[in-house]
T-cell receptor
Framework: EPEVTQTPSHQVTQMGQEVILRCVPI?????FYWYRQILGQKVEFLVS????????KSEIFDDQFSVERPDGSNFTLKIRSTKLEDSAMYFC????????????FGSGTRLTVV | GENVEQHPSTLSVQEGDSAVIKCTYS??????FPWYKQELGKRPQLIID?????GEKKDQRIAVTLNKTAKHFSLHITETQPEDSAVYFC???????????FGTGTRLLVSP
């Protein structure tokens, strides 16, 4: 069964540092997403990406965040200057197309900001 | 925007009992309602979903019901087993906006 792949599985970074979280969505999927989950809390939407541009973003997704699909296979989330409160599990997800709503989530990257 | 409420936050049952988790949503335009099971430190795994043109869907021990008028949907697990223990999240999708909005989660504990 096709999978969404995320790397690294765990990243520890110093406050103020930049981090890039990487995702490889399923190859024929058209919609891509980043979600985050602070420990013990619900899964929160960050951003959706379609046709090489952001289609929607939440209020969490401020100027410190950016996404890219640099080469047609990878989908990255960059946090420019990490804060302690950015510590969370970050999930990438993809889905096939307009009429298929089924999301496939990656296994997540646990980001710890110290 | 969409808001999804989920109850209860924790649910303890004995093996073999049934478990019911309920969600309400606010946006009447939402039309897709998945349920996810999340084990500790793992990704959310889709277990069942329902679209707004259907009132009920069943898959073995799991069923979901949807009341569009009341904007309620529920997950029903029958003959619970210890391996059903996990956190369950409901979610709603307004396909016009494409994003899933998750509920706050229910920690289900099934005791042998």
């Amino acid at each position: 069964e096709p999978e969404v792949t995320q790397t690294p599985s765990h990243q520890v970074t110093q406050m103020g540092q930049e981090v890039i979280l990487r995702c490889v969505p399923i190859s024929n999927h058209l919609y891509f997403y980043w979600y985050r989950q602070i420990l013990g809390q619900k899964v929160e939407f960050l951003v959706s990406f379609y046709n090489n541009e952001i289609s929607e973003k939440s209020e969490i997704f401020d100027d410190q965040f950016s996404v890219e699909r640099p080469d047609g296979s990878n989908f990255t989330l960059k946090i420019r200057s990490t804060k302690l409160e950015d510590s969370a599990m970050y999930f990438c997800a993809s889905r096939p197309g307009q009429a298929n709503y089924g999301y496939t989530f990656g296994s997540g990257t646990r980001l710890t900001v110290v | 925007g969409e808001n999804v409420e989920q109850h209860p936050s924790t649910l303890s049952v004995q093996e073999g009992d049934s478990a019911v988790i309920k969600c309400t949503y606010s946006d009447s335009a939402s039309n897709y309602f998945p349920w996810y099971k999340q084990e500790l430190g793992k990704r959310p795994q889709l277990i069942i979903d329902i679209r707004s043109n259907v009132g009920e869907k069943k898959d073995q021990r799991i069923a979901v019901t949807l009341n569009k008028t009341a904007k309620h949907f529920s997950l029903h697990i029958t003959e619970t087993q210890p391996e059903d223990s996990a956190v369950y999240f409901c979610a709603a999708l307004n396909t016009g906006f494409q994003k899933l909005v998750f509920g706050t989660g229910t920690r289900l504990l099934v005791s042998p």
